[in-house]
C-alpha cells in the first residue's frame, strides 16, 4: 500500500512486471500455505511426530509453491530453474 501510494504522489516506483511478480508470489503463497496446512492436519498424519510432521508439511509448501511460481512465469522462479537444471 505505501508503495502504492508513492506511485500516486511520486510518479512509478515498480514497474507493471513487479506488480505482477509480487502479485504471483502472494498468490502461490497463499496456496502453498493452505496445502502445507492441509497435509499437517490431515487425518494420514495424525500419528507422526512434530518434526516428521512438520518435513511433510514444509516439503509440500516448498513443492507447491515452486510449482507454481513456474507455472506462472514467475521470473526468479524461471531463473532459479535454469540455475538448477
Not at 31 to 41: E, S, T, W
Request: proline share 2%.
Amino acid at each position: 500500500l505505501h508503495l502504492r501510494d508513492l506511485d500516486r504522489r511520486i510518479g512509478a516506483i515498480l514497474g507493471r512486471a513487479d506488480w505482477r511478480a509480487a502479485g504471483v508470489s502472494v498468490l502461490a503463497g497463499a496456496i502453498a500455505a493452505a496445502g502445507g496446512a492441509g497435509v499437517a492436519g490431515a487425518r494420514f498424519a495424525a500419528g507422526f511426530g512434530p518434526v516428521l510432521l512438520a518435513l511433510l508439511s514444509l516439503g509440500t509448501f516448498s513443492v507447491l509453491y515452486l510449482a507454481l511460481t513456474l507455472a506462472l512465469r514467475h521470473p526468479d522462479a524461471a531463473r532459479l530453474w535454469k540455475l538448477v537444471t
